[in-house]
């Protein structure tokens, strides 16, 4: 085998609470991860090259090492001793730089995906060290399960059993947003401290729609809302639109909405105006 396509789908945070700031700069966290149906495809093709190459048709995706594929694929390959050339062709859906998680997705993708081609033969706790040494969020994308309990950085997964499909709007204004800058403006003394994990878990159990909604919650909204004060207009028009409840995903700009099934998304998403944002219907994949 030397050529394997795979899915890399986005995540979406239900809750995000900011516990503390740790000694290695980072934040404590716990989080629950959703996977979600929106997806890039990524195809890994072996070569004869010596070289990695990155090929992506859209404008702001890294083509060198800047690349969280391209740390991931040098990891094994120095670990491994491969040095025989790989393309990597990412065909990017998930926006950038969004709270969406895509670059760890796709690194998560990548990890995977050589260890196959490759035949490397690591094992899932193996693979997600690897995964650990590259971003807080790529774990995640190791684990096969719709939803998971994300401590630590982010990076110790814990799946959560349960199966719910939930049918989002997911609207992400043309903006980037930088992780570490969202969490430097992250004033620690005014997050709330209740544990919304597991405020929110017995409604998403039990299918209970309109009680989740209502536990959705994100810490860095305050500092995602220091940044840019508008994009509070996103949460108001989706909620005015419809929605059960609306949350920021991840260190933002992304907002999605809950709907009570694909028929009320799509009722959600046309009301949007497609120039200043790129609206999805996405459901937990
Ligand atoms: O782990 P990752 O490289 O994705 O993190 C990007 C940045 O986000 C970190 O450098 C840090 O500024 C911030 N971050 C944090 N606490 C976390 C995760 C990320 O402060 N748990």
Redesign the pocket.
Known sequence: MDRLTVNSPAKLNLVLD?LS??LD?????RTIFERISLADQITLTCNKSKKITIRCLHPHVPKGPGNLVYKAAMLLAEDFSIFDGLDINIIKNIPVAAGL?GG?SNAAAVLSGLNQLWQIGLKPAQLVNYAAR?????AFFLYDTPYALGT????IIKPLKTRAKLWHVLVTPRVKMF??E???RLKLNLTNKKDNVNILLPFLRKGDMLRLAGALSNDLEPAILSLRPDFIYIKKKLLDAGALGVCFSG?GPSVFALAESQKHAFGIRAQFDKRYTQVFVISTL
Do not use: C, M
């Open positions: 900011v700031k740790r700069g980072y934040h404590e966290l998680a760890s590259l971003g807080s969020d790529v630590g950085r982010g990076e992780t570490p969202v969490f430097a260190s």
